[in-house]
């Protein structure tokens, strides 16, 4: 079961709202950018941190004693926290699809919208670089940021759109993508572009030594970790 704040996934999986969890004696609880509760931690057979954050997120901030295992999405991660505890690294998963150039000569700018993935900047690298389009496409995350920086470049050329849950739809929109973040737990933007011959022109911070692995590979890890 999937439990989450908000309702986008109650017609995606077998789920609920969060309010409606009770935890059992025979549940293995995986929690993600959340504090449960020392209580419901001790009911749980196997309880699991699975952090993809860094600075969002900062274990040595929390208790994590209780907690089985914490799963990190690449080593960098792991290194940056740097908490002494029983960890696994195992990477998301990055689906393949066909991608087709629109042959608009546009290019996307894709993820939150924020200082910290630095869209004005990816902006300003796609018009230099002789992109006559740019697609914003992500959920606004700072909007102090969004009204001071990128509403000023917005126009004709310059376009936003909200978050899209499509990622093949989402990429058919443009020709190549930018990609500027301050740093990347695991840069899923670049794995999904090479995984799927994307043009990916991205800042070296953003890059990680996360590792890309099948699908098939990442339950394997998943079940061995997880007991099963």
């Not at 699975?50 to 274990?59: A, K």
């Not at 759109?161 to 990622?167: E, T």
């Not at 070296?204 to 997880?226: F, P, R, T, V």
Request: net charge negative; charged share 25%.
């Amino acid at each position: 079961m999937f439990y989450g704040p908000h309702r986008w996934h109650l017609n995606k999986c077998e789920g609920a709202l969060l309010d409606d969890y009770s935890p059992t004696p025979d549940d293995i609880l995986i929690t993600h950018f959340m504090q449960v509760s020392l209580e419901d931690i001790e009911i749980v057979k196997q309880h699991i941190l699975s952090c993809h954050e860094t600075n969002l997120f900062p274990l040595k901030d929390f208790e994590i004693l209780p907690y089985d295992f914490i799963h990190f999405v690449s080593n960098s991660q792991k290194e940056w926290h740097g908490v002494d505890h029983p960890s696994v690294v195992i990477p998301p998963v990055i689906d393949r699809f066909e991608w087709v150039s629109p042959r608009k000569n546009r290019a996307g700018i894709f993820g939150s919208v924020d200082a910290h993935k630095q869209t004005h900047v990816s902006i300003l690298r796609a018009l230099e670089s002789g992109y006559e389009e740019v697609y914003i496409i992500g959920s606004q995350t700072d909007p102090k940021y969004f009204e001071q920086l990128i509403t000023p470049l917005l126009g004709e050329t310059v376009k936003y759109f909200s978050h899209m849950n499509d990622r093949k739809n989402m990429y058919n929109k443009v020709d190549a993508v930018f990609h500027s973040s301050e740093r990347e737990t695991f840069n899923l933007i670049k794995a999904e572009c090479n995984l799927n011959g994307i043009p990916y022109y991205g800042l070296s911070s953003a890059d990680s030594d996360g590792e890309m692995l099948e699908k098939k590979e990442i339950l394997e890890k998943w079940k061995q970790n997880l007991k099963l």
